[in-house]
């Protein structure tokens, strides 16, 4: 294990089955740096919202009903929990009733800027340094990070990579392929084309191609990046301090 010598705030965006989940949790186990989900809270609020009787396609419905329940995310990246008003979400989230979801909540200015708020405050409380992963993190959310990362693939791959996810899962039609591929482009399509913070990469942020990388090689990637951010910032706080 390798220690990073200064504490480094790293946004990880990208579209689905790219890897940032797998990656980041990965990167920052290894770094000793804490770890957001930030999907995780998206579909916390939504999971909230599909069973307090909320219409997720109604946006002033959803929007009103924003601000009511608490979402709390833990930062371990060995134990990432979510919970929305003290119920453990984190089964109910990954459900393909949540995933068609998703998209249509986290569009909602309101639903956006309180968990933006959450986002900010969870990695300005994070003193050792963090790891935030999602799709507007290096726009948006955490313009300053001293490290961004875009990761892309096919989107073959990304959805082979889902597909075998979900198959492991429950072993049902949701494993099928082409289904899976057809879902994807749909919500990489809405979270791209929303108006509110769209899924775009940082123009400074440096983007990796995953589809021919194994997991490892991505993990090895980045934490080269961040050990290399890190010790630039370390050298910037040296000189400022002289
Ligand atoms: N480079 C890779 N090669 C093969 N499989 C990968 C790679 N990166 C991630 N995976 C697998 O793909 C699936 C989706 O990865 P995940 O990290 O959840 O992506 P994201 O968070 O971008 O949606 C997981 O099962 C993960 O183990
Ligand atoms: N920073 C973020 C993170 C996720 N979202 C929304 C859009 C995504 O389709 C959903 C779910 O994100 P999540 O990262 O869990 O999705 P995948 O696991 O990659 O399929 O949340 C967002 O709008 N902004």
Avoid: H
């Amino acid at each position: 294990m390798s220690a990073t010598p200064a504490a480094v705030i790293v946004a990880i965006d990208g579209p689905s089955g790219t890897g940032k989940s797998s990656t980041s949790r990965a990167v920052a186990a290894q770094l000793g740096l804490r770890y957001l989900d930030t999907g995780a809270q998206y579909r916390a609020i939504t999971w909230w919202m599909l069973t307090n009787g909320i219409d997720v396609n109604d946006a002033t419905e959803v929007a009103a009903a924003s601000g009511k329940p608490s979402i709390v995310s833990g930062t371990d990246p060995r134990d990432p929990a979510i919970a929305a008003d003290g119920a453990d979400a984190s089964g109910p989230i990954r459900t393909q009733e949540v995933t068609a979801a998703v998209s249509a909540v986290s569009a909602v200015p309101e639903v956006r800027a309180r968990i933006t708020g959450l986002q900010r405050a969870i990695a300005a409380g994070a003193g050792g340094g963090i790891v935030v992963e999602g799709r507007d993190i290096g726009t948006t959310v955490l313009p300053d990070a001293d490290l961004k990362v875009f990761l892309t693939a096919s989107a073959e791959a990304r959805a082979a990579r889902r597909s075998g996810e979900l198959k492991a899962a429950d072993g049902s039609a949701a494993g099928d392929l082409a289904a899976t591929q057809q879902a994807l482009a749909q919500r990489d399509k809405a979270d791209s084309s929303r108006k509110a913070s769209p899924l775009k990469k940082a123009d400074d942020a440096v983007e990796v191609d995953t589809t021919e990388l194994s997991l490892d090689q991505v993990i090895e990637c980045v934490v080269t990046l961040i050990e290399k951010a890190a010790a630039e910032k370390a050298g910037r706080m040296e000189k400022a301090a002289q």
